[in-house]
Nanobody, 122 residues
Framework: QVQLVESGGGLVQAGGSLRLSCAAS????????MGWFRQAPGKEREFVAA????????YYADSVKGRFTISRDNAKSTVYLQMNSLKPEDTAVYYC???????????????WGQGTQVTVSS
């Protein structure tokens, strides 16, 4: 089992920044890839970014490339999502998730956090 707890969401004006954190515990070694997804009301859950615990590979959705940065601290078993130049369309509940391999599809991730709300005002 892997437990994931997100934090860091909130309300920010367009152009502002937020940093999300995802603290992992349990059998984290069993899932090498950590991903961030988001879901806006009435929309499907979509891939945002992913990172491996064991190498420097990172992956981003085109919509966030150049604005968001995913990183990890293995000693703290924590993954971060630094979000800059936020736009109103970034408003969503953000989830972190764990998978055995990189994938942009949410069905490939079998452990999920509870989500944290990010609201960007115009």
């Amino acid at each position: 089992q892997v437990q994931l707890v997100e934090s860091g969401g909130g309300l920010v004006q367009a152009g502002g920044s937020l940093r999300l954190s995802c603290a992992a515990s349990g059998r984290t070694f069993s899932r090498d890839v950590m991903g961030w997804f988001r879901q806006a009301p009435g929309k499907e859950r979509e891939f945002v970014a992913a990172i491996s615990w064991s190498n420097d590979n990172t992956y981003y959705a085109d919509s966030v490339k150049g604005r968001f940065t995913i990183s990890r601290d293995n000693a703290k078993s924590t993954v971060y999502l630094q979000m800059n130049s936020l736009k109103p369309e970034d408003t969503a509940v953000y989830y972190c998730a764990a998978s055995g391999a990189y994938d942009i599809h949410y069905a490939a991730y079998d452990y999920w956090g509870q989500g944290t709300q990010v609201t960007v005002s115009s």
